[in-house]
């Protein structure tokens, strides 16, 4: 068996502050990968090992996971972006276009407030033709309101699913009233669903009565993609828009890609091992190597 040493520590010490230790066991999910790269489609009881501490304990039982990934997209479409048009329009189109057919994506704007152009759908060709159909607004985009939202519905679909939010801002001034337990309330939500938050910011250089413009949404966008996983990208130039949104669409592919080849392993503790987890490492047979996650999210 190859072994090799999982930095999921941290992670495993939260699931035993849950009450899962207190039972012996655990529960976490694991991809395996081939030499090429590519997951596995089936795990049996001798393909992988887990210890905790250096000592082997029990895989009680192995289910496979085949969730998809559902997507919702939120644009800026308000002031200080009505040059960006095109540009957002043609990254909008390739990010739908890098994602794998089948998935479930919705498109919706933030000015004057957070609007649907297209709801939920795995219909590719109505959401390219939604992307013709943002246009610009004279309103503030609700940056930090759209991304509460988003949670809210993520934390109102109750299966089981893998969610990921791309959201598009700018430092124009935010039309949003942000307020930190709506923030932290958010975040939650994201956590607990293992939502994955990917955030392109484009400086605008806009200044407003306000302050200096773009500081709530720059600094909730960066806490946001952090907490979850996500990237956090911050732009100078609309032009980047047309390759870094089909950059994200083509990353989020091949998370699915792996995210929907995984298996929940419930694992029982090895005898005598009480209180918090020591370090877990996994063993598998030669030319496999596993990736272990406490919730399936893999970004």
């Not at 192995?62 to 002031?79: A, H, M, R, S």
């Not at 498109?107 to 219909?123: E, G, K, M, S």
């Not at 293992?194 to 306000?210: E, I, K, N, Q």
């Not at 130039?237 to 298996?263: M, N, Y």
């Amino acid at each position: 068996m190859r072994a090799t040493s999982v930095g999921l520590v941290a992670a495993m010490m939260w699931a035993a502050s849950t009450g899962l230790s207190a039972q012996n066991t655990m529960q976490f999910f694991a991809c395996l990968v081939d030499s090429s790269g590519a997951p596995v489609s089936t795990l049996g009881p001798d393909d992988l090992r887990i210890a905790e501490g250096g000592v082997e304990g029990k895989i009680v039982k192995i289910e496979p996971i085949d969730w998809p990934v559902k997507v919702q997209i939120l644009i800026d479409n308000g002031t200080g972006m009505e040059q960006a048009l095109v540009q957002i329009r043609n990254g909008v189109r390739g990010l739908v276009e890098a994602l794998p057919e089948g998935l479930e994506v919705s498109l919706i704007t933030t000015a004057p407030q957070p609007r649907n152009i297209v709801r939920p759908t795995t219909d590719r060709q109505m959401l390219i033709q939604g992307v013709d159909r943002i246009t610009p607004d004279s309103g503030a985009a609700r940056f930090v309101e759209s991304l509460n939202e988003a949670a809210a519905r993520v934390d109102k679909d109750k299966g089981n699913h893998f969610p990921v939010v791309v959201a598009v801002g700018s430092t124009t001034a935010e039309g949003s009233t942000v307020m930190e337990r709506d923030v932290q309330r958010m975040l939650q939500r994201f956590t607990e669903r293992a939502a994955t938050v990917h955030v392109v910011m484009l400086s605008t250089g806009a200044v407003s009565g306000r302050g200096v413009a773009g500081a709530n949404q720059t600094a909730v966008g960066d806490a946001v993609a952090k907490s979850t996983g996500g990237r956090y990208d911050n732009i100078a130039a609309a032009t980047r828009l047309a390759t870094l949104l089909p950059e994200i669409g083509a990353q989020i592919a091949k998370s699915h890609a792996r995210q929907s080849h995984q298996f929940r392993i419930t694992f029982q503790r090895p005898n005598g091992a009480s209180g918090a987890l020591g370090e877990v490492g996994a063993a598998t047979k030669p030319g496999l190597t596993p990736v272990l996650t406490i919730n399936g999210r893999m970004p």
